[in-house]
């Protein structure tokens, strides 16, 4: 496996094979640094279109979609994965993918197909919402809180640690949740109530979660923004498997945020065919099945077949509303900028 840094985007080139030779085919696929993929996967695809598959990596969807768009026209890759609803009306805007209407969608449900064009193709989703510490809340003899209304609560001061918006997924998905819940003219009093109940506000979800978070590290919040299937980590990466989740995750309506996630053909690619397979075949159920365990994420294709500890400990939001990704690219920044001065300043 070969590791190229390239300086001038901050890139991390990941090849999934040996560096290929000229004459071969490379299909070039751009992404977040939290994509992960099977090897075996890979290489099974790669052998069935004789081509090479290498990856590129960014340190977030920001920053590898910022790449995406700089390099409009000569795209440094011919696929990129990892845009996700928050940033989605950006992407089209900017006009860098080619439709492609896989025959695959027909297993996707509607709420996922989010983009009628056809550039951006659902592959995987997971909702951002609170997780709360069951052994500290049964020791205190407090029932969590059901609803984002109630963490305003006395009994709930100085328990919950959330993530900046600006600088984490989850902290801006959690944010989005708040405007719409409480609409145009409550979400700010909201997080001024928070910031009243003593909410602790940190850069990132590993610091919250393992820095602060009562049942992953030695902090003080058994409250904590996380996602529907950290129950499920929480499970599958423990030395010795509990029955049960320490953790659980609090899922009624108007209490989260869905984030979606898609894959897309980048507008000037050399390998459109290619890269059209390429998506057809992420979005089969052999791959999809290793959506979960592979970045905690539920598979868009609804006829694959969940692993036990996704069936057994992981969870969805309930409904399936949620702002339109038109709405946040209009006022995503207006947003995050009143929330700074609500709660920072």
């Not at 996700?84 to 993918?97: H, K, Q, S, V, Y």
Request: hydrophobic share 45%; glycine share 8%.
């Amino acid at each position: 496996m070969g590791f190229y840094k390239i300086i001038s985007g901050l890139l991390l080139v990941c090849s999934m094979a040996f560096p290929a030779m000229a004459s071969e085919r490379v299909l070039r696929v751009m992404s977040h640094d939290s994509f992960s993929m099977d090897a075996a996967h890979v290489r099974a695809f790669e052998e069935a279109h004789g081509v090479k598959v290498r990856f590129l990596k960014a340190s977030g969807t920001g920053a590898a979609l910022n790449q995406a768009i700089l390099s409009r026209g000569k795209p440094m890759a011919d696929v990129f994965y990892g845009v996700d609803n928050t940033f989605m009306g950006r992407a089209l805007e900017a006009d860098i993918f080619i439709p492609h209407a896989s025959p695959l969608l027909e297993n996707v449900p509607d709420y996922l197909k989010l983009d009628p064009s056809f550039r951006l193709t659902p592959m995987a989703h997971g909702d951002i919402c609170i997780n709360y510490d069951k052994a500290w809340f049964a020791k205190k003899g407090l029932q969590p809180p059901a609803s984002l209304k109630d963490l305003l609560k006395p009994e709930y001061k100085g328990l919950l640690v959330v993530q900046n918006p600006a600088t984490s997924s989850p902290g801006l998905g959690f944010l989005l949740a708040t405007v719409d819940t409480f609409g145009e003219d409550g979400w700010l009093a909201f997080w001024e109530g928070l910031r009243k109940n003593d909410v602790r506000v940190v850069a990132s979800w590993k610091e919250a979660y393992w820095g602060h978070f009562t049942a992953a590290s030695k902090g003080k919040r058994p409250l904590v923004v996380s996602y529907g299937a950290s129950p499920a980590a929480e499970v599958h990466f423990a030395e010795n498997k509990p029955e049960e989740s320490p953790t659980a995750a609090i899922t009624a309506e108007g209490t989260g945020f869905r984030q979606v996630e898609f894959a897309g053909i980048l507008k000037g690619t050399e390998l459109p065919e290619l890269a059209a397979l390429w998506l057809d075949w992420m979005l089969d159920k052999p791959v999809q099945e290793a959506i979960p365990l592979s970045m905690f994420m539920f598979p868009a294709n609804e006829k694959s077949e969940l692993p036990e500890v996704f069936q057994r400990h992981a969870v969805k939001l309930e409904g399936k509303g949620g702002l339109s990704a038109e709405r946040i690219h209009a006022m995503r920044e207006v947003w995050m900028d009143s929330w700074t001065r609500a709660v920072l300043r």
